[in-house]
């Protein structure tokens, strides 16, 4: 597999997927950029939330749980001495009819 990473112009970077979806980047305005899209590592944590998503709705899926109403939240922990993201948190929300009985499960899928 291949991704295609081009730049359009000022400090925007963007990557053509094989699947030929195009993810747009660039920098806030304070950065340079022109802000028009969420920059690049927004997007790497945004993935991590959003991988940690697809598993929930396979794992609800399977069982007929819905999960529109489910959340993650997802949380960074800020090393200041290191200057750099020392941990990512996510917290799973579950409405108040979610089967208690799969609650365990659901955070280990």
Do not use: H, W
């Amino acid at each position: 597999m291949s991704i295609k990473i081009v730049f359009p112009g000022n400090k925007k970077v963007d990557a053509i997927m094989p699947s030929g979806f195009r993810i747009q980047t660039d920098q806030p305005v304070k950065e340079g950029g022109d802000g028009t899209a969420p920059a690049p590592f927004e997007l790497f944590l945004a993935s991590i939330g959003t991988c940690a998503g697809i598993y929930i709705v396979g794992f609800c899926e399977s069982r007929g749980i819905p999960y529109q109403d489910i959340e993650i939240i997802q949380d960074l922990v800020y090393d200041p001495i290191a200057r750099r993201i020392s941990k990512v948190k996510l917290e799973i929300r579950v409405p108040k009819d979610f089967p208690e009985k799969y609650y365990d499960a659901l955070v280990k899928s």
